[in-house]
């Protein structure tokens, strides 16, 4: 390390309740052979404890030599990589130490796994989350702490903290992802479920948004492959899964009344789609003429025995009860949330190489409450939810191509 720069004068003489003289602090050089380094801000060496406000730049630091810590915190060698830090440190007068530290990893590679190593973590599927499609890797990282701890010291911290991360590979790789999203995972989330309505396999105005990053994550990540598992539960779909049934029954008879084949130059309109035939102004005619037709017994009729008109929720509530829905149908359900998942991210360009279906999940033999981590519902690179209330989904999970 070879440093140049100024200290300007400071003394280790303090009034009572005044802050100590700090000197002003100016420093440039290289380190570690090829990295450079600047520094500057305030300091005073002598005092108790050490008064210190700096702000430092680092580029272009090699990272081999680095192989011990990561050894020990991840038990892996590095094998290249430069890291580049613009970090900022303050220690206040009772010696508690706040920081910023602004981190850029570029090209990072580890080694194969070290014998006797303390720990083993995925440090390469972490690398593949976090490294964008340049293979560079950006972080933040505050820390804090006092000074006065004798076993406070800034470097292992700080790796530390990056290995904390990276551990997140196999517990949460999905809450990886967003921190290397940043804008898109700061909104709390959670990337690993994409949700549905219950009975239904259409996506959502924010299922596609969420959709929209994952995409945008697995372009930028071309080792990253993509499993997607489709749940449903007959305990919690039973009545939903009737009324996207009722709808289909709908658009089915709009369809055989106005063909979509139109003659050419007809003024014809498409037919709705299933999902959003609920709100079209044909609906209430249509149900009532598919409730007409039926033969379901209870309908309400007037004094002569003719079936009397009733409203749309009435006729809906009838038609519903009479409706069956099995497990085969929730299975059905499923594998369609997964395909359709699958088939949204094909459309914004991720090869169908990095796209898989995964084992739907049916929830048998679970309760309909709450997610629990078993077999039937947890795979590897997904993110058990145990306690949170359990909603109609299809499941996300990451590996490496």
């Known amino acids: 390390t070879a440093l140049n720069g100024s200290l300007g004068a400071f003394s280790s003489a303090t009034h009572a309740g005044a802050a100590p003289q700090m000197a002003e602090l100016k420093l440039t050089g290289t380190a570690e ?3 450079t380094l600047d520094v500057e801000g305030q300091i005073n ?13 680092v580029a272009d630091l090699d990272l081999p030599p680095l192989s011990p810590y990561a050894i020990k915190y991840a038990g892996h060698g590095i094998e290249r990589g430069k890291l580049s830090m613009d970090v900022s440190y303050k220690i206040q007068p009772d010696g508690q ?3 910023t530290n602004k981190l850029v990893l570029n090209q990072l590679e580890f080694g194969a796994p070290v014998a006797g190593a303390p720990t083993s973590l995925p440090v390469q599927l972490a690398t593949a989350l976090l490294a964008d499609s ?24 700080i790796f530390k903290a990056i290995m904390n991360l990276i551990g997140k590979a196999i517990t949460a790789p999905f809450t990886l992802l967003a921190h290397a999203l940043g804008s898109i995972g700061s909104s709390g989330q959670d990337l690993s479920q994409v949700a549905f309505a219950p009975g239904s396999a259409q996506l959502s105005a924010k299922a596609r948004t969420q ?16 499993t997607v598992a489709g749940s449903a539960r007959l305990a919690d779909e039973e009545e939903g899964a009737k009324r996207q049934r009722l709808y289909a029954m709908v658009a089915a008879e709009e369809r055989h009344e106005a063909p979509a084949a139109a003659a050419p130059g007809s003024t014809a309109t498409q037919p709705t789609d299933a999902a959003d035939i609920a709100s079209s102004t044909e609906y209430p ?81 679970t309760q309909s409450k709450g997610v629990t981590t ?5 795979g590897a690179g997904s993110e058990s939810k145990s306690t949170a209330a359990w909603v109609p989904h299809a499941e996300l999970s990451l590996g490496m191509n």
């Not at 060496?45 to 730049?57: H, N, V």
């Not at 972080?139 to 911290?157: K, V, Y």
């Not at 009532?288 to 008109?309: A, T, V």
């Not at 078993?374 to 947890?378: C, F, G, K, L, Q």
Request: hydrophobic share 45%; aromatic share 4%.
């Open 33 to 35: 052979g090829s990295a």
């Open 45 to 57: 060496p002598l005092a108790d404890p050490l008064a210190l406000d700096i702000k430092a730049k």
């Open 97 to 99: 130490l706040t920081a």
């Open 134 to 157: 340049h293979g560079v890797i950006n972080l933040d990282l505050p820390i804090s702490g006092s000074i006065n701890d004798p076993e406070f010291s800034i470097g292992p911290i």
């Open 211 to 226: 959709l929209d990053g994952v995409a945008k994550a697995l372009a930028d990540r071309p080792n990253l492959k993509l």
């Open 285 to 365: 005619a249509l149900l009532k003429r598919l409730y007409r037709r039926d033969d379901i017994p209870g309908k309400p009729r007037n004094f002569i025995g003719l079936q009397r008109d009733v409203p749309v929720a009435e006729m809906e509530k009838l038609m519903m009860a009479h409706i069956n829905i099995g497990q085969g149908a929730m299975r059905q359900l499923a594998e369609q949330r997964a395909l359709a998942v699958k088939n949204y991210l094909a459309s914004k360009g991720i090869p169908a190489a990095r796209l898989f279906l995964g084992t739907v999940q049916t929830g048998a033999g």
């Open 374 to 378: 078993t077999a039937d519902n947890a």
